[in-house]
Structures are given as structure tokens and as C-alpha cells.
């Protein structure tokens, strides 16, 4: 069979991926000891939703670590969007701001205001003399004021943190991620600790941004049941090993990778923990 090139590859100006996550063989540790992930492999589309799933202790958080740079792979190889995560690689640094990243703790300021702390999401786009003294361009402010408005904070604007509910600080700490501009959402549970009726606003909300700014979103949960019910495909880690990959079409529980428990096997794994 004859092949005939009719494109010059020259005029290919960049190379195309639904893939926008990918994870080969990757271990890691944290005292090159003993591994805290094994083996991982990890496929994730673009604009979509992907959840970790897995009891405390599993590994659930260090791969949010491990997408954003914050941990380094012992083994194995990661690309975000065509980058390995390395905070000391200039052009991982470049992209970093592309990475909106929540971890459990939130991570806000406690004593400043609402708009405050979602303004701290525009400092990578500011100079440097900006960025030190928090200078925000109008244009910011009323940007910020606007997400503020999408997650439902408006009129809130002013108050201190310490002030919220703990719904509302999810609130803030999403919209500082979204004033990023990010193509990739990473979310450390996001919703423990909420009462089912806030756990489903905020994953509503999450949503609802995700489709409106065509973003990638990584989540962790200990719920496998809101897991389901919001992504596309959710992974099940288990002693630092993807133990399972499944997701929802239709009223069926597809197995992307297969693995050895029933559907109620599946659905009975973290009901425990859920209803703590």
C-alpha cells in the first residue's frame, strides 16, 4: 500500500489531544521506602469529569499532588497537557496558573474578605510590583465580582471569611480556582463534611462552571455514589492501586477497566464511610 502525503508537515502548527492527563506505570513515596502509589494508569478527556475514589490512606490526594507538581513520580511518566509536572521546569511553571487546584483545606485566608481571596486567583496574570502589593486592575475586581455572582456569593463580597458557613467557603475557594482561568480544576474533597443537600449544590456548581469554561475536572470523593452521579468515569483506588474504572450510560454501570467486584460490591464499598 502506496501512502501519498498531500500536507507539509511544516504547516502543522500544533499537535491535538483529547487526552488532556496521562499517567504510565507512575509509583511515587514519600520516604523512598515504601511506595504510596502503585503502578497507576490514568487516561483523562478533555473537558470532562473524572473522580478518585478511595478510602483515607489510599493514595487519593497525592495523585492531585502529582497532576499539579507539588509531588514528584518516583517512577513512571505523567504529562498534563504535554508537560511533566516538575515545579523546577520553567515551562511547567508557565502553565501552572492553568491549574486551578483546591486542596481539603482550602487554603483561604481566614481574616480577609471574600473578594479578597478570590482576587488572590488573578495574581499570575499581574507584574511583579502588582503582585506584591496586591494592586488589582479595576478589570480584575469586576471580574472577580462576577464569578462571585456564579457561585452564588453576591452581596457577600466584603465579609471575612471566618464569617462563612462551611458551604460558603467551598463557595470562595472554587471561585478563587475559576479567577485562574484555569483548563484544569483539581478539587481534594471538596464536599466532606457537608450534609448531602450542600454536597450536591456545590457539585451542581462545579458543573455548571465546568460547562461553562470547558474545564477538565479532577475530583476526590470518599462518596461513590455522588461520584457516579456526577462523572463521566470514576477510578477506585485502593492501598495506592487502581483497583477499578467505571462510569455511568444510561442506567448502566460500564467497567472501563476490569476488575473483579459485583456492581453491589461496587456500590457498597465506601457506604460506611459515606454516611459518617
Known amino acids: 500500500m502506496v501512502i501519498t502525503q498531500t500536507t507539509n508537515p511544516s504547516s502543522f502548527s500544533i499537535i491535538s489531544t483529547k487526552k488532556i ?4 506505570e507512575v509509583w511515587t513515596s514519600y520516604d523512598s521506602k515504601s511506595y504510596v502509589l502503585k ?6 478527556d478533555k473537558g470532562t469529569i473524572y473522580s478518585i475514589v478511595g478510602q483515607s490512606g489510599s493514595g487519593k490526594s497525592t495523585l492531585l499532588k502529582l497532576m499539579n507538581g507539588l509531588m514528584t513520580r518516583s517512577k513512571g511518566t505523567i504529562k498534563i497537557d504535554y508537560q511533566t509536572p516538575n515545579m523546577n521546569d520553567k515551562k511547567f511553571k508557565s502553565m501552572m496558573h492553568k491549574i486551578g487546584y483546591i486542596p481539603q483545606s482550602l487554603g483561604l485566608i481566614k481574616n480577609i474578605s471574600v473578594l479578597e481571596n478570590t482576587l488572590i486567583g488573578a495574581l499570575p496574570r499581574l507584574g511583579k510590583i502588582q503582585s506584591l502589593f496586591k494592586m488589582f486592575p479595576e478589570k480584575e475586581i469586576q471580574e ?16 471575612k471569611i471566618y464569617m462563612l458557613s462551611g458551604g460558603e467557603k467551598r463557595r470562595v475557594a472554587i471561585a478563587r480556582a475559576l479567577m485562574q482561568k484555569p483548563t484544569i480544576l483539581l478539587a481534594d ?3 466532606s463534611e457537608l450534609d448531602h443537600v450542600t454536597a ?6 462545579i458543573v455548571d462552571a465546568q460547562k461553562r469554561m470547558n474545564l477538565t475536572a479532577i475530583m476526590v470523593h470518599h462518596d461513590m455514589q455522588l ?13 495506592g492501586e487502581k483497583i477499578l474504572e467505571i462510569g ?19 456500590m457498597e464499598m465506601y457506604t460506611g464511610e459515606s454516611k459518617k
Not at 200 to 205: A, V
Not at 227 to 239: C, D, F, H, M
Not at 248 to 266: C, H, R
Open 248 to 266: 455511568v450510560e444510561g442506567d448502566k454501570i460500564v467497567d472501563f477497566q476490569t476488575g473483579d467486584l459485583t456492581t453491589q460490591e461496587i
Open 189 to 191: 474533597e471538596i464536599v
Open 200 to 205: 450536591r449544590e456545590i457539585m451542581n456548581l
Open 39 to 44: 503502578g497507576i494508569n490514568l487516561s483523562i
Open 227 to 239: 461520584a457516579l452521579e456526577y462523572s463521566n468515569r470514576v477510578a477506585v483506588i485502593k492501598a
Open 144 to 159: 472577580a465580582k462576577k464569578i462571585l455572582k456564579l457561585v452564588g456569593l453576591l452581596g457577600k463580597e466584603k465579609r
Open 21 to 24: 492527563i496521562q499517567m504510565n
